[in-house]
């Protein structure tokens, strides 16, 4: 076990006023620390994991606050180490004062993450489900909340502790024969060996492709909503948004003209994107937004195309999504102000916009059709979703080792079917490996590597 | 013992992305509520005072978080009941989902400081001390917190509990006279009874006199910076907020021409204000704006009056004082641009700016006299704060109780004094005892007045 010397503090709660916050401490010397300060009798160290009332005095024996002190010793802790937690008032001014006098005492301001990297290094647990904390800290919808809780739990880590140790059982049959090479013993069948990288290698393929599925259930499902001018569709985007208003969140667009919105439906994020309206461009710089409408839709997995159903050419509707529609994007084609439009308007729309698009008539004014646009959007998350392994893959860093991971595999597999010397293999082998070991955090060397993962954790964590 | 029959949930700590948040549960029924979502077998209601590692789960068997349990059981808790703590992740969401989780299994959102008012109506604490809870939560400085944690932990009570005693006992004695009337028995030394009430009445009248100096704590020492154009006001508020520009925060002036700044001197809170110069005005609008300056002279506890070492005039500065100094305002006259004037300049403003002023060279751009300054602030503070009593008046319910308490006090040492009839002179002191007991809470029949007390709290406190 990898044993730190000093003891760390940090707030744990957000700053402001409230019921309580707490404060963390974490290292050999903590009950200690607290026991200095307690005026509570009964506190003596090292306690039990137990729950203690006490109040605690500055170096002045003036009074901090009355607090609860939650007490883990080591090693069935957090970190691993000795932890107390100090439940005060909620008050930013109390905090301070508590922790400066600690600080006074010896204990040193915690940086960002730097329980949790202490919980790794002391082994509770890898690097993988370290970086599940903090994703479902971050987490924001159901999606992202599974997703991050499977990870912190260990299912993604178990999964590829897995293939590691199977990759460990194949290089060590390989290497066997490399030690008996020059008797020309063969303990390895070539062919079950093959046959076993193949299926590793496809493992890691499928969790490689369930990555686009993580990055959109990270950062939604990007909708564009486009149509000629006067379509309706702020109105449209105004009246999806109205009821959900209290979960709805702006996005900076990164684009002039793009405006993004996130809503939240049956705990999927989806980032409805407002573009400018598409027609023959007037001038120059019209004609730059239609572009980036035109490339914002290229980008997108879902199409809200919006046309008037009163006044709006069936004809020029089909030629339009004729040119925006591009394969791999699902098409939702929005009749809007169903309100002003007549019966054979409405079957005649009905009757000429057939699949690949989805017809869908709608009266924003009178809320109609937007329930079914929203269980549209739904069903495509799940059609999306369909097919995936049920470990989906959401994290960069693990993304790019596991493609290094996959090339290495597939020089194993040429390797092997083109005969190359047993020690290559090997070496590619060891090599996959590695990969997989850096996704969990063992042997990793660089320093540089742990402080920027862990930078992205609230301090106090 | 008053007891609720629901259980109330909210979260203690503040909104916001962190490490943990902490939710809380209070009510007869929150460890089974608790116990139906664990995963953690061990976990059993009812639990000792204790902390569990569990898992909790949704109704659909999904996890919700994993988290730490602190649990309190009855009596000996916050509000007297049983109470859990939960200790989850610090995402909105989570925490929501919690909440709403444990409200579908039939806890209700508790309201601001329906905790407290639980621990209230539970014998846990009076009403003065729920007070300084709140206080507390809301202290900012160290002066603030000391009177908030003297009233949290009953100073104050104690002391009002203990009038409230010699009021009853002296009531006794009356209306054991009153029983016996007939038969004309004095039980009582009326000149020892009315030496009591007296010493009774001082005590309070210290009390309702050291109100002022605890609206200071509270609200912090209002400070006017005044002089004529061009002292250098502005530079000597920058030179003087720099240094501690971290604890600085801007208040909203109350009319157009002040700005407030509060400014947190070893402990306590100055509210610095910056007025218009004064000169002869020009216009109609600077009249006003000097009528202003005038008016905020008179409401403050110092003067900071500030000249040019080097350029004003002092005879223009001590007219100026004569006109702006009133009685009761320490004064404290800078001469600023001391790196710009010369020896005899200096002297001669020392001659003859002379007690009650206190003069005081600076220089906001060498920062030269400027710790002299905050010295001589802190000095003011404690010139106020001496002569005070031990316990400190800041709650202005409390104030208005004494107020009316003297009245009736009052109201029995003047009836002592004429000899008018026992029965009405025991109407006077149970009114007494009655402000007496509405401070701590006694007997108080209006949901009003208590509902008006805790919404000043915090929710989940």
């Known amino acids: 076990m990898y044993h730190h010397s000093d003891n760390i503090i940090a707030r744990s709660t957000p ?268 001038d120059v710089v019209e004609e730059m937004g239609i572009k980036i409408t035109l490339e914002k839709i290229a980008h997108s997995a879902i199409l809200i195309y919006l046309f008037d159903l009163a006044l709006s050419s069936i004809d020029e509707v089909l030629a339009d999504l004729e040119n925006v529609a591009k394969p791999g994007i699902k098409v939702i084609v929005v009749g809007n102000k169903l309100d002003l439009a007549n019966e054979s308007q409405l079957k005649a729309a009905q009757g000429k916009i057939v699949l690949p698009y989805h017809f869908l008539p709608v009266s924003s004014v009178e809320k109609k059709g937007l329930q079914e646009l929203k269980n549209l959007l739904i069903e495509h998350f799940h059609e999306l979703d369909s097919g995936q392994t049920d470990t989906v893959l959401h994290n960069s860093r693990h993304y790019n080792a596991l493609l290094r991971c996959r090339e290495s595999l597939e020089k194993v597999i040429e390797g092997l079917k083109a005969g190359v010397p047993a020690d290559l293999v090997a070496m590619d082998i060891r090599h996959a490996m590695g990969q997989l070991n850096t996704i969990l955090g063992r042997g990793i060397s660089s320093d540089d590597l742990l402080q920027n993962i862990f930078s992205r954790f609230c301090i106090g964590k």
């Open 15 to 282: 700053p402001g006023r409230s019921a309580i916050a707490v404060i963390r401490m974490s290292g050999p010397g903590v009950f200690d620390l607290v026991a200095r300060r307690a005026g509570n009798k009964k506190f003596k160290a090292p306690p039990k994991r137990q729950l203690f009332f006490s109040t605690l005095f500055d170096d002045k024996g003036q009074i901090l606050d009355e607090v609860v002190l939650a007490c883990f010793p080591e090693p069935n802790s957090y970190t691993g180490e000795n932890i107390i937690e100090i439940s005060c008032h909620g008050s930013n001014f109390i905090v301070q004062q508590i922790i400066e006098q600690f600080v006074r005492d010896g204990a040193r301001p915690a940086g960002p993450g730097e329980f949790t990297m202490r919980a790794f290094f002391n082994g509770k647990m890898d690097l993988a489900r370290a970086e599940g904390v903090i994703d479902l800290i971050d987490s924001e919808n159901r999606s992202q909340h599974q997703l991050a809780i499977g990870q912190l739990r260990g299912g993604f880590s178990e999964r590829i502790a897995g293939l590691r140790d199977r990759l460990i059982h194949f290089a060590s049959l390989i290497e066997l024969e490399l030690d008996f090479g020059e008797e020309d013993v063969e303990f390895a069948d070539k062919g079950e060996l093959e046959k076993s990288v193949i299926e590793i290698n496809s493992f890691i393929s499928d969790l490689i492709d369930s990555f686009s599925m993580g990055n959109v259930i990270k950062k939604g499902i990007s909708t564009v909503i486009a149509g000629r001018p006067n379509a309706g569709k702020s109105t449209l985007l105004n009246a999806i948004l109205e009821e959900e208003r209290a979960i709805v969140s702006d996005i900076e667009g990164t684009t002039r003209d793009a405006i993004e919105e996130v809503i939240h439906l049956d705990g999927v994020a989806f980032r409805l994107i407002d573009t400018a309206g598409i027609r023959e461009a007037g």
